[in-house]
């Protein structure tokens, strides 16, 4: 059967890019082995969400006389949550199918594989393989958790984070590995329902290392306050699995001292790792960098008609990146031009409480390459909606080049700031400077006014602090 174009994958760039070019007209399949929606609908993004929502109700009941209500004692129901989350990916995964049914896009249920000739072989759960011809192929196959060599995962003690969205009874004790948004998001949600959990990271910040020096510092001291035990610059020298749990074996990186850690369960949560292994990469000889596939500012890679999207190519692994890529990529194989994504102005959120949004340069890095610089902080502290919602924890911090006003770099932590970030987002891509933000009249009261406090801070002008 011949399409104009295939799509490999249906996560958020695969059924995204498939939707849209349908839209601008071509006859469309995609292939998927598992469920539409990819990782990010099924395992990832969605249903995480809907576990760290139960654990916050949980959190906001067990302090419900704070707000003048009086109940009584709450139990987490950890099977009810897993059930819960797995209804909402469903649903979600459900919508997909619709979407692909509105748009006239075929779906082909099997593994995929590129053939010569601009075909795809695809074998579906019987073993029976089908020849598939596009004019257009584009490789949406995503990622999938990252293995360390001290760290095996066996899938039943040692989890990566599809396990830790199913685990059959809530453990007494976890060990995280890893202290980026995936461990970060799984330790609030295990802690906040009983478990006692330690993170292990490897570099010195600590949470969310690669954030603002600030942003981590202060996350690690609410993580610590909210009896989170919190290892940076160490690393995992083994975990022993034999008997009833687990030891991890930890040694500091700046002291050289190691420890014993008893779990029940660890969590590998080292990042991801890009599905591009048996997929035909080696047949059609594309392009491949440590398993990375190379590509062009609109996807292509060096064999024609050949694309690739999301988290097998260079860039963040990110859902929202993935979809941009994938329209940009479809949108030029239908002759329009599309403006190639700026990489410098990619939003990234963690989901955990407080959350953490943040788009552009740290300070430290906009101070490495040479600005001299105008830093803005507001803390929640000072916001009458935080005061009101009964949370305070957290701040705005604005950075902006000190000669030309220009936005560098934007970092939050505190309640609902993944809504926020979006204006820093727009600001940037309009190239909006520093005293136009002040200017700008924010709602009062709301916590995104606290982006406009923060800028008048970084100009000598913050009236409430």
Known sequence: MNFDLIVIGSGPGGYVAAIRASQLGMKVAVVERE?????????????????????????????????????????????????????????MSKGINFLFRKNKITVINGEGKLARGKKVLVTDAEGKTTEYQAEHIIIAT????????????????????????????????M??????????????????????????????????????????KELNKIYTKKGIRVL????????????????????????GATEEIKCDIVLSAAGVAPNTENIGLETLGINVDRGIIQV???????????????????????????????????????????????YDNIPACTYCVPEVASVGLTEAAARAAGYELNV??????ASGKASAAGDKNGFVKV???????????????????TEMIAE??????????????????????????AIMEAAAAAYGEVIHL
């Open 399 to 417: 950075i902006f080049d000190a000669k030309y006003g220009e936005f560098l770099g934007a970092h939050f932590i505190g309640q609902n700031v």
């Open 175 to 216: 060990v995280v590995v890893g202290a980026g948004a995936i461990g970060v998001e799984f330790a609030y949600f295990y802690s906040s329902i009983g478990t006692e959990v330690t993170v292990v990271e490897y570099l010195e910040q600590g949470l969310l290392p690669r954030e603002d020096v600030d942003i981590s």
């Open 376 to 381: 803005g902080k507001f803390p929640f502290s």
């Open 35 to 91: 469920s539409l929606g990819g990782i990010c609908l099924n395992w990832g993004c969605i249903p995480t969400k809907a576990l760290l929502k139960s654990a916050q109700v949980f959190e906001y009941i067990n302090h419900a006389e704070e707000y003048g209500i009086k109940v009584g004692s709450a139990k987490a129901d950890f099977g009810a949550m897993v059930q819960r989350s797995r209804q909402v990916a469903d649903g």
């Open 232 to 255: 940076g610059n160490t690393a995992v020298e083994s975990v022993n699995t034999q008997g009833k749990g687990c030891v991890v074996t930890v040694k500091n990186n700046k002291t």
């Open 296 to 342: 062009d500012e609109y996807y292509r890679t060096n064999v024609p008609g050949i694309y690739a999207i999301g988290d097998v190519v260079p860039g963040p692994a990110l859902a929202h990146v993935a979809s941009a890529e994938g329209i940009i990529c479809v949108e030029n194989i239908a002759g329009h031009h599309p403006t190639p994504i700026n």
């Open 424 to 449: 820093v987002v727009v600001a940037r891509k309009l190239e909006t400077t520093g005293m136009e933000i002040v200017k700008s009249i924010h709602p009062h009261p709301t916590m995104s006014e």
């Open 142 to 173: 995503g990622g999938r958790a990252k293995a360390l060599p001290s760290v095996p995962i066996d899938g039943e003690k040692v989890i990566e984070y599809r396990k830790a969205m199913t685990l059959e009874k809530q453990p007494k004790s």
